[in-house]
């Protein structure tokens, strides 16, 4: 029997897993909690045909080793695919996003609207669902809607998507990437395959995307809020496609300046796709906010809590801070060796107190003591529940206050993802604060 090994039992490995057995491969699974370890999964190499690398898993000894040995080292979207192709014929349309922030918004939105038209449509990758086993439920959808990180575009080979995007680029991951020019080209890996049949949809108000626009091979749509050299652009509230108006921004239930810019995505790939104007409206002027982002879930008296876990890098809080100005922000978490100074300055500026969790939170606490903010505006408790114990003692029902869970990092040193920090604040919050 052919053996394979999958390095890594998170959602992507053992969706891969799955697919794999499904193929008719004998599988070795290898985690230091759910399988072999990684120094034992060497005595198993020789008899591997086929290495699949889970997004998160670093490149230890056992995956250079694989490499040195000829063994095809790919990862469950690159499998995924060649399922897709071999044994189910290629019969869905592929849209792949990816990007610093916006992600998540942007594919399950775009998901939602093709369901909302009558298209068989569902997500997966880096959304809480494999490739792998969407495809193990699915062989009779129109489209799927991959949302994709760095990670997940490391070792991409055949995968080709029928319309692709990078939605904006920022410093994030450097814990992983040499350096940020590293990380925006493995971006770009999204691209690959592409042919002047297949679209490829280019953010013209980000510098770092127009200067790797020479990377693209699909056909290039571009979009913008204020640029008249655009396919989609906004001008004065307005959004249009060329000279024709599609929407009033004004009439938008995501709100925020960063939605103006996944809607812009959102529309591109609608008109790609021949959806009327009318249909578009209706969806965009209805639809809610996604789960974890900026997300009003509860009020204490007059006080409000904001869960915005999806909130993991520095311009994603930004975003944040900037929409609830003079807010009380809970941030920290994995230590990713970005440069925290643009946070500081925002914190200083937008932030009424703050208070610090997680790896980062001793490093954010000497930064903010260091740039002036005043130390009695911080509380260094390090940990979500005792954050939200403190507030419950000193805050006051009775005045306005906006409490706003924004991280600007991974979740990984207290949490296992992000959605489950944003659950495990909802359930505090309400535990709490709903005595």
Not at 9 to 17: D, I, M, Q, T
Not at 179 to 191: A, G, L, M, P, R
Not at 216 to 234: A, L, M, P, R
Not at 404 to 430: M, Y
Request: aromatic content about 10%.
């Amino acid at each position: 029997m052919k053996k394979a090994m999958v390095f890594g039992a998170g959602v992507s490995g053992l969706g891969a897993y799955r697919l794999l057995e499904k193929i008719g491969y004998d599988v070795i699974l290898v985690d230091d909690k759910k399988g072999v370890s990684s120094k034992e999964g060497l005595k198993y190499l020789d008899e591997i045909e086929i290495f699949i690398k889970s997004p998160g898993v670093p490149y230890n000894e056992l995956v250079v080793e694989a490499k040195r040995k000829g063994i095809e080292v790919i990862d469950e979207i690159e499998l995924s695919y060649r399922y897709m192709l071999k044994y189910m014929g290629k019969k869905s349309k592929i849209i792949a996003i990816t990007g610093t922030n916006g992600k998540t918004t942007t594919t399950t939105k775009v998901t939602e609207l093709l369901k909302y038209v009558g298209y068989k449509a569902e997500y997966a990758g880096n959304i809480g669902v494999s490739f792998a086993d969407l495809l193990l439920k699915n062989d009779d959808l129109d489209y799927v809607v991959l949302e994709l990180s760095s990670y997940q575009l490391e070792n991409l080979d055949s995968f080709k998507a029928d319309i692709a995007l990078v939605i904006n680029l920022a410093p994030d991951h450097l814990s992983r990437y040499k350096s940020v020019e590293e990380y925006y080209d493995t971006k770009f890996n999204i691209e690959k395959n592409q042919t002047l049949s297949d679209y490829f949809i280019l953010n013209n108000d980000s510098e770092e995307i127009i200067k790797r626009s020479n990377f693209v091979s699909g056909k290039k749509i571009f979009i913008g809020k204020n640029n008249n050299n655009c396919d989609f652009s906004i001008k004065n509230d307005i959004l249009y496609k060329d000279d024709i108006e599609i929407l009033k921004c004004s009439k938008l239930t995501l709100k925020g300046e960063h939605n103006r810019e996944n809607v812009l995505f959102i529309v591109a790939i609608a008109k790609i796709l021949n959806i009327s104007d009318e249909k578009i409206r209706e969806f965009l002027y209805t639809t809610g906010n996604i789960e974890h982002r900026m997300e009003e879930f509860f009020n204490y008296g007059k006080i409000k809590f904001i869960n915005d876990s999806k909130g993991t890098n520095i311009d994603s809080t930004k975003f944040a801070v900037e929409a609830f100005k003079n807010c009380i922000l809970i941030c920290g978490g994995f230590d990713k060796k970005l440069d925290w100074l643009p946070l500081i300055e925002l914190i200083k500026a937008n932030v009424k107190e703050v208070y610090l969790i997680g790896d980062i939170a001793d490093q954010l606490n000497d930064m903010l003591l260091e740039n002036g903010y005043d130390k009695d505006k911080i509380y260094l408790l390090r940990d979500m529940k005792n954050c939200l114990l403190n507030m419950k003692e000193r805050l006051d029902k009775d005045n306005e206050e906006i409490v706003l869970l924004s991280p600007a990092t991974s979740s990984f040193d207290q949490f296992k993802s992000f959605e489950h920090r944003g659950e495990v604040f909802k359930e505090l919050v309400r535990e709490i604060f709903g005595r």
